[in-house]
């Protein structure tokens, strides 16, 4: 049984489109979250979400979009695609905002060409 | 905001030899430090966390530091074994959790047989 689940797990594009990866978790925790990591394995928070509830929304392109349609889910959304946003992207949850552990999903790996 | 730097970028020693990795933050606000090993194509993993309030904590081969005057904390890996190969990242953060959580840049543990 997956904690947290992503999809797709791999995501060629070309540049221009419009792509959306989904996460779910299974935990009952009340906290998302997407991380971007990029080709130098730097972590970077983008956006939480508490609840459903945007809590944090870090320096990120409005191209991105984020979505929470029930606590257990928290897909993004990524318009007109650039070169820049090739990286891995994973989402992540914890039981609260402010209760240890983040669990990750597994990543997806997003290439634009 | 919060600045943590992690030191060494890669790092290789033999098994059964120690391995540390040092991390520095910049917030002295900073109260919660969590270790996060990540392995080929998964995501990271909580391995070993510590808060302010304690100077040292260790869990079976792995233990952690803090030294809040100077603003750092390290990550001690003894008798090492091939599966520890990974890259491990320190992270910090104001909020006892993962609200405001900064990580650091990794560093690839590679365990020679």
């Known amino acids: 049984d997956t904690a947290v689940s992503q999809t797709p797990k791999y995501l060629v594009t070309q540049m221009g489109n419009d792509k959306s990866i989904k996460c779910e978790q299974n935990l009952g925790h009340d906290t998302m979250y997407w991380y971007k990591q990029d080709s130098k394995k730097f972590l970077k928070i983008m956006f939480s979400?508490?609840?459903?509830?945007?809590?944090i929304n870090e320096t990120v392109p409005n191209r991105f979009s984020p979505k929470s349609p029930d606590k257990a889910h928290l897909n993004l959304h990524i318009n007109s695609l650039e070169l820049g946003d090739s990286a891995v992207y994973f989402c992540?949850?914890?039981?609260?905002?402010?209760?240890?552990?983040?669990?990750f999903g597994e990543g997806s790996r997003l290439t634009v060409l | 905001g919060e600045n943590v730097e992690q030191h060494p970028s890669t790092l290789s020693v033999q098994e059964g030899d120690s391995a540390v990795i040092k991390c520095t933050y910049s917030d002295s606000a900073s109260n919660y430090f969590p270790w996060y090993k990540q392995e080929l194509g998964k995501g990271p993993q909580l391995i070993i966390d510590?808060?302010?309030?304690?100077g040292e904590k260790k869990d079976q081969r792995i233990a952690v530091t803090l030294n809040k005057t100077a603003k750092h904390f390290s990550l001690h890996i003894t008798e090492t074994q091939p599966e520890d190969s990974a890259v491990y990242f320190c992270?910090?953060?104001?909020?006892?959790?993962?609200?405001?959580?900064?990580f650091g840049t990794g560093t690839r543990l590679t365990i020679i047989p």
């Open positions: 992270a910090a953060s104001t909020h006892f959790g993962n609200e405001k959580l900064t």
């Open positions: 992540a949850s914890s039981q609260t905002l402010n209760t240890g552990e983040l669990f």
């Open positions: 979400y508490n609840n459903k509830e945007l809590i």
């Open positions: 510590i808060r302010s309030n304690v």
